[in-house]
């Protein structure tokens, strides 16, 4: 640990990447949180892997990869959400399609492109210690649009995710806001491709929110809790990976897997001796 600080305070390259671990953090304790409790964990995979397609293609023609991700995201986002709400009988088969052909997508045109190598890998394992100031200045500016558009919109994404009928009946623009809630998991999913690609991007979109929502059933203090929980998973991803000369993506979610296993262990470890006790039996006869 403290040979990590002290690489901490030397080199540019560890500060970055724990910048970019606090930044991703903002988008994916406050998205994840929406795909936890709307269940929606299996088209956000769908947009995750679809990604891929975009960002071959950008490669391909020489542009910035992020911005093919980008792009690529919310036109999956709408698409997986008209395919949610018109035509839930197919829902899986069509996802599962657009997932699978968007990777194919990807991978031809990472053929394609001369000399491809690390550097789309590192989009589908995640490098965060090679982010740059260019790529965090493009990070702040995907959660300046996630936080403003969640603060503006909070009220009417807690009805949608919790009661869509309600919703409806107050008059609200169901499909819109959902087809919006899913871009906002697109650009997530953008910001978390930089921390552990777009792989193993739902383990991180999904756990730390899911921990959160052991502790607590309120929306906002959910989003608080699982933002913290995202940086400390990510901050130890990156100690482990300096300390132990390993990837630091596939450790950030190690460790974001133990963390939900320990408090779901904690959790009915002592739910059970609460029940015990008050039925005075003994927890180890």
């Known amino acids: 640990m403290s040979a990590f600080l002290a690489a901490l305070l030397q080199y540019k390259f560890l500060q970055n990447a724990v910048l970019a671990g606090a930044l991703a953090s903002l988008a994916c304790g406050v998205t ?16 995750a892997h ?4 975009g960002i071959g293609v950008a490669y391909y023609l020489g542009q910035d990869p992020l911005l093919g991700a980008v792009f690529t995201a919310l036109g999956f986002a709408v698409l997986l959400g008209l395919t949610n709400l018109t035509a839930r009988q197919h829902e899986d088969t069509i996802i599962g399609a657009l997932w699978a052909v968007g990777m194919a997508v990807g991978i031809i045109f990472m053929a394609l492109t001369p000399g491809y190598s690390v550097d789309l890998m590192s989009f589908l394992f995640g490098n965060i210690l090679m982010v740059t100031e260019p790529v965090l200045w493009t990070l702040f500016s995907l959660d300046l649009i996630i936080l403003l558009v969640v603060a503006v919109f909070y009220r009417q994404f807690l009805l949608v995710c919790y009661d869509e009928e309600y919703a409806r009946l107050r008059g609200l623009p169901v499909k819109a806001l959902s087809i919006l809630l899913l871009a906002l998991i697109a650009l997530t999913v953008v910001i978390l491709i930089k921390v552990v690609g777009l792989v193993m991007v739902i383990a991180l979109l999904t756990l730390p929110a899911a921990v959160s929502g052991l502790f607590t059933h309120n929306l906002h203090r959910m989003m608080a809790l699982a933002t913290g929980l995202s940086f400390l998973f990510i901050l130890g991803g990156l100690i482990c990976s300096y300390q132990l000369n390993l990837p630091s993506g596939a450790l950030i979610v ?5 963390g939900y296993l320990a408090v779901l262990a904690w959790q009915r470890f002592f739910s059970l001796a609460w029940r015990r006790k008050k039925t005075g039996q003994k927890l180890f006869p």
């Open 32 to 47: 994840g949180v929406y795909v936890v409790v709307k269940r929606i964990t299996f088209i956000s995979g769908g947009i």
């Open 50 to 53: 679809a990604v891929l397609g």
């Open 254 to 258: 190690v460790i974001a897997g133990i």
